[in-house]
């Protein structure tokens, strides 16, 4: 969404890549809808395309068209659209997967009883729901009192004791976790905090992850990454790379298995 941009330019890129490179069917490919700007130069937060059930269908081809896919394996709600009916856009959603075009249901970025109750109308009407929730969510926690810009009334873009408890509530859930690693922010100097991880709670809990990589020989990150891989809550960290040593190191946390202690003393710390 940069220069004026609407989004779309990362499906152009894999779309182009998978043509080039004869990349079939081994791909799990998700993307989202919802936030696309309406115009050049709006912004994703004042001006979004919403979740109406014309906007999820054109949307949906149009994804679907960039990438080469008849196929979207999940396919995301990415903000809140206060303007459009919950049960209009849980149709809307539905009606993609009835016919095949679409796989999972998931939600980006809501307030947890919307989801909720999106969930609820789909139960009562028969239809798929969401299944999986994205969500910023790091092993350091933010504060709950600084608002984000990621949705139009506040923060409510990192999943906080709200959305894990509703998640204990509801077996089946999935978390996948964006920023995981908070950008860099737990091993680079040139990558500070984000103000609102400014509070006591994150100096403890740094002494803990570097305590439990000492004894691991492991890096902080893939502390985290094994932290949350192996986290009572189904969750699947999404990591991003833009080397292959930052990849290799993230694969790492595959092999890193947390003892019971070491878990919960970083569960602990606070």
């Known amino acids: 969404w940069e220069n004026g941009d609407q989004g779309g330019q990362s499906e152009e890129v894999i779309g182009r890549w998978?043509?080039?490179?004869?990349?079939?069917?081994?791909?799990?490919?998700?993307?989202?809808?919802?936030?696309?700007?309406?115009?050049?130069?709006?912004?994703?937060?004042?001006?979004?395309?919403?979740?109406?059930?014309?906007?999820?269908?054109k949307s949906s081809e149009a994804s679907r068209e960039r990438l080469g896919l008849e196929h979207i394996d999940l396919l995301y709600a990415h903000i809140e659209d206060q303007k459009t009916p919950l049960e209009e856009t849980v149709e809307g959603f539905a009606d993609l997967v009835k016919e095949g075009s679409v796989g999972l249901l998931g939600v980006s970025n809501h307030s947890v009883w919307r989801v909720e109750r999106a969930r609820a109308l789909?139960?009562?009407?028969?239809?798929?729901?969401?299944?999986?929730?994205?969500?910023?969510?790091?092993?350091?926690?933010?504060?709950?009192?600084?608002?984000?810009?990621?949705?139009?009334?506040?923060?409510?873009?990192?999943?906080?004791?709200?959305l894990l408890t509703y998640m204990r509530a509801v077996p089946g859930l999935v978390l996948v976790a964006y920023t995981p690693l908070l950008s860099g922010a737990y091993t680079r100097a040139d990558k500070p905090l984000p103000r609102d991880y400014d509070h006591p709670g994150t100096t403890a809990r740094l002494a803990?992850?570097?305590?439990?990589?000492?004894?691991?020989?492991?890096?902080?990150?893939?502390?985290?990454?094994?932290?949350?891989?192996?986290?009572?809550?189904?969750?699947?960290?999404?990591?991003?790379?833009?080397?292959?040593?930052?990849?290799?190191?993230?694969?790492?946390?595959?092999?890193?298995?947390?003892?019971?202690?070491?878990?919960?003393?970083?569960?602990?710390?606070?």
Do not use: M
């Open 18 to 57: 998978r043509r080039s490179r004869g990349v079939g069917d081994g791909l799990f490919v998700a993307t989202k809808l919802g936030a696309r700007p309406l115009a050049p130069g709006t912004s994703y937060t004042d001006n979004p395309e919403g979740l109406s059930a014309r906007v999820i269908r």
């Open 122 to 162: 789909a139960a009562a009407a028969g239809l798929p729901g969401y299944e999986v929730l994205q969500y910023q969510h790091s092993y350091l926690r933010p504060r709950t009192d600084i608002a984000k810009p990621l949705c139009r009334d506040g923060n409510i873009g990192s999943a906080g004791s709200d």
């Open 208 to 270: 803990a992850l570097r305590e439990i990589a000492a004894e691991t020989g492991a890096t902080l990150n893939q502390v985290v990454l094994a932290w949350q891989i192996g986290h009572e809550l189904p969750i699947i960290p999404l990591v991003g790379a833009s080397s292959v040593e930052q990849l290799e190191e993230s694969l790492g946390a595959l092999d890193l298995e947390l003892t019971e202690d070491q878990r919960a003393r970083l569960d602990a710390a606070s």
